[in-house]
Nanobody, 119 residues
Framework: QVQLLESGGGLVQAGGSLRLSCAQSGRTSRTYAMAWFRQAPGKERELVSSIRWTVRGTYYAESVQGRFTISKNTAQNTMHLQMNDLRPEDTAVYYC????????????WGQGTQVTVSS
């Protein structure tokens, strides 16, 4: 089992920045990848960015490419998402997720943190 706890959400004006953090606990040695998803009101949950845990490798959705940066600290079992040049369309609940070795999908999820960008 893995537990995930997000922090760092909040209200920011368009063009501003926020940094999200995700702390992982439990069977962290089996982590294959971690990711940030988001879900806006009335929309489906979408993958924002992901990062491989023991090797190099990142992914960004086209909508955040060049504005968001994902990073990890494997020694502290934490993951971060630096979000710059935020736009109103980035408003959503952001979820941290973990994919363990042997799983085919992200099976572990945090409770989410609200990000609101005002215009």
């Amino acid at each position: 089992q893995v537990q995930l706890l997000e922090s760092g959400g909040g209200l920011v004006q368009a063009g501003g920045s926020l940094r999200l953090s995700c702390a992982q606990s439990g069977r962290t040695s089996r982590t294959y990848a971690m990711a940030w998803f988001r879900q806006a009101p009335g929309k489906e949950r979408e993958l924002v960015s992901s990062i491989r845990w023991t090797v190099r490798g990142t992914y960004y959705a086209e909508s955040v490419q060049g504005r968001f940066t994902i990073s990890k600290n494997t020694a502290q079992n934490t993951m971060h998402l630096q979000m710059n040049d935020l736009r109103p369309e980035d408003t959503a609940v952001y979820y941290c997720a973990a994919n363990l070795i042997g799983n085919s999908a992200y099976a572990y999820w945090g409770q989410g943190t609200q990000v609101t960008v005002s215009s």
